[in-house]
């Protein structure tokens, strides 16, 4: 995070930089790995300030992929050039970029929500696939995702968490190795269709005003992978939502509704394979705690991580123990 003493000089170099008045207003937007500021003057704009760790060719990807999907008429903000035609400029060891603020008013949260979600999703793939992105786009220094072939990067989660000698983790590295090594028993051996994928197209990442997307934001972990990596991920966050049990057989008949809707916005539809393997991608998404988040990040953190992935743990064990009924509901 930017310090407020600090903030004063980058607004001033950036409204010079893109020849803008000072603004009116200054509203933090939050973030994690970026600081977002709203810039409210004649017209909203935001400011993304990165670390000076930042890629500028992944960047530069990134904002490829935005004008991209903005160029296939989807809600998102590509970045606004500078007075000499530049997408980002450097200030004092952060880099800094500057596009159009897009309003919005709901999470994506609801099932009528998600089943329009998924429909932006199959364009979204389609945008990104014919848009020819640099190599820089396909790998995100971090994401919600791990592929497959994740067996390292998960030993080495659970190693840390039974480093940490604490009783109900390591009762949930055992557990999660067990359903892990299931998960990967039941994966189908041949390769399946990789896209350029959103990586967390979920929450606050789309949002809604009325019943119409009108923000889709932060590709920050775009990537290439299997793409129903990016079907799997915002339903298990559905699964996840506060104050839902375990799956039902109402979630079924969404996750169908939502593969048909997917279906309906892209030109190549799901393969019979990949509706199969679809609640195999959903069971395996345990996996990124283990092998990112927990095996990545500092003690602290990685701890409090570690206790709400081992809650959330039981619903991904759900899902494939009633894995040929989720694979008879989505290929029937």
Same mark, same amino acid.
């Given at each position: 995070?930017?310090?407020?003493?600090?903030?004063?000089?980058?607004?001033?170099?950036?409204?010079?930089?893109?020849?803008?008045?000072?603004?009116?207003?200054? /509203?933090?937007?939050?973030?994690?790995?970026?600081?977002?500021?709203?810039?409210?003057?004649?017209?909203?704009?935001?400011?993304?300030?990165?670390?000076?760790?930042?890629?500028?060719?992944?960047?530069?990807?990134?904002?490829?992929?935005?004008?991209?999907?903005?160029?296939?008429?989807?809600?998102?903000?590509?970045?606004?050039?500078?007075?000499?035609?530049?997408?980002?400029?450097?200030?004092?060891?952060?880099?800094?970029?500057?596009?159009?603020?897009?309003?919005?008013?709901?999470?994506?949260?609801?099932?009528? @929500?998600?089943?329009?979600?998924?429909?932006?999703?199959?364009?979204?793939?389609?945008?990104?696939?014919?848009?020819?992105?640099?190599?820089?786009?396909?790998?995100?220094?971090?994401?919600?995702?791990?592929?497959?072939?994740?067996?390292?990067?998960?030993?080495?989660?659970? /190693?840390?968490?039974?480093?940490?000698?604490?009783?109900?983790? *390591?009762?949930?590295?055992?557990?999660?190795?067990?359903?892990?090594?299931?998960?990967?028993?039941? /994966?189908?051996?041949?390769?399946?269709?990789?896209?350029?994928?959103?990586?967390?197209?979920?929450?606050?990442?789309?949002?809604?005003?009325?019943?119409?997307?009108?923000?889709?934001?932060?590709?920050?972990?775009?990537? /290439?992978?299997?793409?129903?990596?990016?079907?799997?991920?915002?339903?298990?966050?559905?699964?996840?939502?506060?104050?839902?049990?375990?799956? *039902?057989?109402?979630?079924?008949?969404?996750?169908?509704?939502?593969?048909?809707?997917?279906?309906?916005?892209?030109?190549?539809?799901?393969?019979?394979?990949?509706?199969?393997?679809?609640?195999?991608?959903?069971?395996?998404?345990?996996?990124?705690?283990?092998?990112?988040?927990?095996?990545?990040?500092?003690?602290?953190?990685?701890?409090?991580?570690?206790?709400?992935?081992?809650?959330?743990?039981?619903?991904?064990?759900?899902?494939?123990?009633?894995?040929?009924?989720?694979?008879? @509901?989505?290929?029937?």
């Amino acid at each position: 995070m930017i310090d407020d003493h600090a903030l004063p000089a980058l607004i001033t170099a950036a409204c010079a930089a893109y020849g803008l008045q000072q603004p009116a207003r200054v /509203e933090d937007l939050g973030g994690g790995f970026t600081t977002n500021l709203l810039l409210a003057g004649e017209r909203a704009l935001v400011l993304r300030a990165h670390p000076d760790g930042t890629d500028r060719d992944r960047l530069a990807a990134v904002q490829q992929a935005r004008q991209a999907a903005w160029t296939a008429g989807l809600p998102t903000a590509p970045p606004i050039p500078t007075l000499g035609g530049d997408t980002f400029i450097e200030h004092t060891g952060m880099i800094i970029e500057l596009e159009a603020y897009l309003p919005w008013t709901d999470r994506m949260n609801t099932s009528d @929500r998600l089943i329009t979600g998924f429909t932006m999703l199959g364009r979204l793939h389609d945008a990104l696939r014919d848009a020819r992105l640099p190599a820089a786009a396909a790998i995100a220094p971090y994401a919600n995702h791990l592929d497959r072939d994740h067996d390292r990067d998960v030993r080495a989660g659970l /190693e840390r968490l039974r480093a940490w000698r604490d009783h109900e983790l *390591t009762l949930y590295a055992d557990h999660a190795e067990d359903h892990l090594a299931a998960v990967t028993a039941h /994966e189908d051996p041949s390769p399946l269709p990789r896209r350029l994928c959103h990586g967390d197209f979920w929450d606050n990442n789309v949002g809604f005003t009325d019943t119409m997307i009108t923000a889709l934001l932060d590709f920050d972990f775009l990537g /290439e992978r299997e793409r129903i990596d990016d079907l799997a991920l915002p339903f298990w966050f559905w699964l996840l939502e506060p104050g839902r049990g375990l799956p *039902t057989a109402e979630d079924r008949e969404l996750l169908r509704s939502l593969a048909d809707a997917y279906d309906h916005g892209t030109d190549t539809p799901l393969t019979p394979t990949e509706r199969r393997m679809l609640p195999v991608a959903i069971a395996r998404q345990p996996a990124w705690s283990l092998g990112v988040w927990i095996r990545t990040h500092d003690d602290e953190p990685a701890i409090a991580h570690a206790r709400a992935a081992a809650a959330e743990l039981p619903t991904a064990q759900a899902v494939l123990a009633d894995l040929s009924v989720w694979q008879d @509901r989505l290929t029937r």
